[in-house]
């Protein structure tokens, strides 16, 4: 089946910090990835996306490559700031055997202390 | 815009009990979805609506989940005789299309406890 696993968290860091997160898929076909963000007391909204090897989803100073070697798509920012405070979750579809229905990770709570 | 939308935004119920959850998608979405976010379990699929076609039903957890989507639009969520497992935040999404690259826009979700 499909799978999605991304480090727990919570993490906490500094604003200026360097932020990573990890995520790893296990997919039965050629899956598009995605990260998803739920900032306190709001919905989920849709950070960034790759559907193909190689690809690079970036938005909000946030980047991802999907790297089908490694079956991963690791978060990063460069420097978080206070307002980057959030639960983060990988997630995959695999069209067209599972339709566009989202397979999520378990979410990452990040914390950015000023 | 208008995003989607859901309602009621919050539900406390009786063990035993039917619950209907609403959602209203965006404008022109042909796709529409419901995902059930819980403590224990995470974020899990339940169902999901494309057009005219029947509906992937393969998430719901018992068959005391149902859901419908009438003219292609709104949907309900249903849950009958309610447990007090089935206490989590109830989210709709609605895309474009199901190519499977297409992005979900998600509601605020409903926050169903069940006493």
């Given at each position: 089946g499909n799978s999605v696993t991304q480090m727990e968290g919570p993490v906490t860091l500094s604003e200026e910090a360097f932020l990573t997160i990890n995520c790893t898929y296990t997919a039965t076909g050629y899956p598009s990835l995605f990260w998803y963000v739920q900032y306190p007391g709001e919905g989920l909204q849709l950070l960034l996306k790759a559907t193909k090897a190689d690809d690079k989803g970036s938005n909000k100073g946030f980047e991802a490559t999907y790297r089908k070697e490694t079956t991963s798509f690791h978060l990063e920012k460069g420097s978080v700031q206070v307002s980057d405070s959030a639960v983060y979750f990988c997630a995959l579809s695999v069209p067209p055997?599972?339709?566009?229905k989202l397979t999520f990770g378990g979410g990452t709570r990040v914390l950015v202390k000023p | 815009g208008a995003g989607v939308s859901q309602s009621p935004s919050n539900k406390v119920t009786e063990k035993g009990k039917d619950v209907e959850l609403r959602c209203d998608p965006i404008s022109g979405h042909t796709a529409l979805y419901w995902y059930r976010q819980s403590l224990g379990q995470g974020l899990e699929f339940l169902i999901y609506f494309q057009?005219?076609?029947?509906?992937?039903?393969?998430?719901?957890?018992?068959?005391r989940f149902s859901a419908e989507r009438t003219g292609g639009s709104v949907s309900t969520l249903t849950i009958q005789r309610?447990?007090?497992?089935?206490?989590a935040v109830y989210l709709c999404a609605s895309s474009?299309?199901?190519?499977?690259r297409e992005t979900q826009y998600f509601g605020p979700g409903t926050r169903l406890l069940v006493l």
């Open positions: 055997t599972a339709g566009n | 057009g005219n076609s029947a509906p992937d039903k393969s998430g719901l957890p018992s068959d309610t447990q007090q497992e089935d206490s474009l299309g199901t190519s499977g």
